[in-house]
């Protein structure tokens, strides 16, 4: 703690060697490239950076949020609000202004390889999603909703995944009986949710052991079945389709095969609906920092990305963008997983703590700034005779 602060740990003691001349450089043009995001050095805003090696500079310049954030989870500095350090650094677009050369192969490797191929799709699964349930259970809300709440009318972050799961049955027109295909899981909070209040059996298809088991106990007396199961291999027919939080994973590479699966498997009057992070820029590039630590082989779509996925394949019914609810939600995260850390810290060590801070805050940011949006898309075949209108 420091000031009484929540979630800050105490500073670290600066080291004893002297900054070399090139640190002094390279700290004056941080200093400069802060200042036109109204960030200073060793400041007292709650925004403001406090440095405790000479060293962290040139991380940052040689390798943008890698270096950063390594430094960050090595302890080379803190911010009391780091929340509000990214969002004044992305609405300054700090970000573009750092380009190290050093990260050019990243780009590479995600434009010309497909880093979510069949065999490398289960990476994310193994190395995020299956940290742990006991560990997801006490940071998100009690039915394990790990995507963007929906805050309209809701006061707590339970309220607010209720919506969201409500907002996304009446989107898709569920009616009992319906056959429903969820693409990417999780543990099963939409399908529950779902097959409870109206009536409908679910199949849902995850790259997580963890979230398969935990799921099958939590509903084992409704009518759903969760597989361990890349979803290319789907191949049968649905009334409903939905995927909330799982196109992120997909790859550029393979969102028309995403939507190739879709077509097939939804029947010719049904509904899906793709819930999605995504970028403003198609031409950005997962951040290197997130890709090595938080989800393996991530990569953020763009609207035009997914336009080009589904051109020819689906009628666009509706666009609906709530990412500013985003921002709220991973803060309520960061404080469920703050006050549950003491049961934690022995398993998973101060090292991890930062990292899981850093990603929880860096990501508000991130929607705070509007760097990052979050869309519901509804699609269908041919378009609903009459239109489709948005619930309320």
């Known amino acids: 703690m420091v000031d009484g602060t929540p979630g800050i740990s105490a500073p670290m003691a600066i080291p004893e060697q002297a900054p070399t001349g090139e640190d002094t450089r390279l700290l004056r043009l941080m200093g400069a490239l802060l200042a036109e995001a109204d960030v200073r050095i060793n400041g ?11 060293q962290v500079a040139e991380r940052a310049f040689s390798l943008g949020n890698l270096g950063l954030g390594e430094a960050y989870m090595d302890g080379s500095w803190d911010c009391q609000a780091l929340d509000e350090f990214f969002c004044h650094l992305l609405r300054a677009r700090i970000d573009q202004r750092v380009q190290p050369w050093r990260l050019i192969l990243h780009a590479l490797r995600v434009r010309l390889l497909n880093l979510q191929s069949v065999s490398r799709a289960w990476q994310v699964g193994e190395a995020h999603y299956d940290l742990g349930n006991d560990f997801y259970a006490a940071m998100l809300d009690p039915r394990m909703t790990y995507t963007c709440g929906y ?11 209720e919506a969201k799961l409500e907002l996304i049955c009446r989107k898709l027109r569920l009616e009992p009986g319906m056959r429903v295909l969820d693409i990417g899981c999780g543990w099963g909070s939409f399908m529950g949710y779902a097959a409870e ?15 398969v088991e ?14 361990l199961q890349d979803y290319r291999e789907l191949n049968e027919p649905f009334d409903r389709i939905v995927s909330v939080g799982m196109f992120e994973h997909v790859g550029r590479r393979n969102h028309r095969v995403f939507m190739e699966v879709a077509r097939r498997c939804l029947a010719g009057d049904g509904l899906f609906l793709l819930h999605t992070i995504g970028k403003n820029r198609r031409a950005g590039v997962p951040d290197p920092w997130v890709d090595r630590y938080i989800f393996p082989n ?14 020819g394949l689906f009628v666009v019914e509706d666009l609906h963008n709530f990412g500013a609810d985003y921002d709220r939600t991973l803060m309520a995260w ?5 006050a549950a850390w003491p049961r934690f810290a022995d398993q998973l060590g101060e090292r991890f703590r930062r990292m899981w801070r850093y990603y929880l805050l860096s990501c508000a940011g991130a929607f705070r700034a509007r760097n990052l949006q979050l869309w519901q898309w509804v699609l269908s075949h041919q378009g609903v005779q009459g239109g489709y209108c948005r619930p309320l």
């Open 298 to 311: 991530g990569d953020l779509p763009s609207i035009g990305q997914i336009g080009d996925a589904v051109d």
């Open 214 to 227: 935990w799921a099958s106990q939590r509903y084992a007396g409704l009518p759903l079945s969760f597989r």
């Open 197 to 211: 209040r109206y009536g409908v059996e679910c199949v849902g298809v995850t790259v997580s052991r963890e979230q």
């Open 151 to 161: 805050w309209a009318n809701a006061t707590t972050l339970a309220e607010a995944q």
């Open 44 to 54: 007292d805003r709650p925004w403001d950076i406090r440095l405790h090696s000479p």
């Open 334 to 338: 960061h404080a469920n997983f703050e």
